[in-house]
């Protein structure tokens, strides 16, 4: 039979490990160039086309806003296509808003406060306190 044939596990342990042969060289340099030249390819066409879509300049906006008495108010405010709920604090912060003059406008209740803002590029422009009410 095929099992008599077979060798039993004490044999199996007696011999000697086979040695693994690593790699031959020029294998192993041929797998290193292929990556390679797609790394290269990848960030010379690649990176390429990346760098071709100039992202639109940007800036940020932040103030707070308070009643007559100084005291801060919880609004929405909206800024183009944005729009945010001011911290407890009364103040809100937007940090990627596109370059140019927009309007802001604070909703506070039933009523609606705009002011005219312009955002600078790199730059977060600070309002400050603006009073409604």
């Known amino acids: 039979m095929v ?26 340099r041929v797998l290193l160039l292929t990556v390679a030249a797609f790394l290269v390819f990848f960030l010379l066409i690649g990176g390429s ?7 639109a300049p940007i800036g940020g906006l932040d103030g707070c806003v308070i009643n007559k008495s100084g005291s801060p108010i919880m609004a929405e405010v909206s800024f183009g296509q944005q729009s945010k709920q001011t911290y407890e604090d009364g103040c809100f912060f937007f ?16 009523e609606e406060y705009s002011f005219q803002v312009e955002i600078i590029e790199g730059q977060a422009v600070m309002l400050g306190d603006l009073m409604i009410d």
Do not use: M, Q, T, Y
């Not at 940090?95 to 039933?110: D, K, T």
């Open 95 to 110: 940090a990627a808003l596109p370059v140019g003059a927009r309007e802001l406008i604070i909703h506070h209740g039933n």
């Open 49 to 55: 086309k990346l760098g071709s879509r100039s992202a």
């Open 3 to 28: 099992f008599e044939e077979s060798p039993s596990f004490e044999d199996i342990e007696k011999e000697e490990p086979k040695e693994k042969k690593p790699f031959p060289a020029w294998l192993k």
